[in-house]
């Protein structure tokens, strides 16, 4: 997969299509999924969640391994992402696997994917469209980003009563720190849980290596 410039009416067109996805390295994802869904269905059994249409707007790893989870289980996973540059994990230069990001690949297989620039009403008609049929919707945005594209669970709900809406966040929707982002290691400084890595020669590493203790 790969996030491309889209006009909304090409938008448009991919969501009534049968088969939604960004044709970049879709090969090697056409092979990942062929494997997977025969490893799930076993002797002519369907998978677990078959049938089943999940719409996410995650990024980053939380998020996206969850819906993942989801995919691998059969489910038909539709990951929304921003035209401008998408997941953040695309970007990470880790390594690399034909030109995609390992960490986005290992994060996002079995997946259809389609760029929309939710700041667009346009673009969030689209995502209301496919909430409107989907079994599940899974985001992961900071607290009160869904709430402003109008996209959260009391504005979609009225639309698809039968709808599981999940929210994965560092602390909770609600409470003190509702409001806060954060990042794994942020998480984990938080919870007093995480010490630096000492080499053999007793050099500590920088404040960017930290090990959980986990």
Known sequence: MDVRKKTLKSLRGD????????????????????????????????????????????????????????????????????????????SYEHADLAGESAAFISLNRNKRGIALDLTKP?????????????????????????????????????????????????YGRRGPFASRQASTRSRRLKAASCRSTVFPTGRRCGPGRLRSTW
């Open 122 to 170: 346009e673009a969030r008609d689209v995502a209301r469209e496919l909430i409107a049929r989907a079994d599940v919707v899974v985001e992961n945005f900071s607290s009160g980003v869904m709430d402003r594209f109008g996209l959260d669970y009391a504005s979609v709900a009225p639309t698809n009563p039968r709808l599981v809406y999940c929210s994965i966040s560092a």
């Open 15 to 90: 969501l009534r299509s049968t088969r939604r996805s960004i044709p970049k390295g879709q090969v090697d994802h056409d092979r990942q999924t062929a494997i997977t869904e025969s490893c799930a269905a076993g002797e002519g059994l369907a998978a677990a969640l078959e049938g089943l249409l999940v719409v996410d707007f995650t990024r980053v790893v939380a998020g996206p391994a969850c819906t993942q989870s989801l995919a691998d289980f059969g489910a038909e996973v539709i990951k929304v992402e921003n035209p401008d540059g998408g997941d953040d994990t695309r």
